[in-house]
């Protein structure tokens, strides 16, 4: 199994910037895709950004530009850079992990951590 454990996030001006991270522990050598989504109250979670193993990422469309995301595979952490907040950004964002288990992706889920941008 794989813990996630999320820190950063908070409130913070519309244009400011904000960092997250999420350290995994556990069965870390299985760990693969690692990624931030986000839920805003009353939305669908939505994936911000993804990281694979060897670095490729991708991002959702309103976030490309502003928000980037990098992982440390020696400390098992992930870490998504905010910048430009706007105020449409706030939400509970959530770390994901896949990690394989006998053969098979398993998803793991941070707690969450608030992120609140004022206008």
């Known amino acids: 199994h794989v813990q996630l454990v999320e820190s950063g996030g908070g409130l913070v001006q519309a244009g400011g910037s904000l960092g997250l991270s999420c350290a995994a522990s556990?069965?870390?050598?299985?760990?693969?895709?690692m990624g931030w989504h986000r839920q805003a109250p009353g939305m669908q979670r939505e994936l911000v950004a993804g990281?694979?193993?060897?670095?490729?990422?991708n991002y959702a469309d309103s976030v490309k530009g502003r928000f980037t995301i990098s992982r440390d595979n020696a400390k098992n952490t992930v870490y998504l850079q905010m910048n430009s907040l706007k105020p449409e950004d706030t939400a509970v964002y959530y770390c994901?992990?896949?990690?394989?288990?006998?053969?098979?992706?398993?998803?793991?889920w941070g707690q969450g951590t608030q992120v609140t941008v004022s206008s």
């Open positions: 994901h992990t896949l990690a394989w288990y006998r053969g098979t992706l398993i998803d793991y």
């Open positions: 556990g069965s870390t050598s299985s760990v693969d895709f």
């Open positions: 990281i694979g193993i060897g670095g490729s990422t």
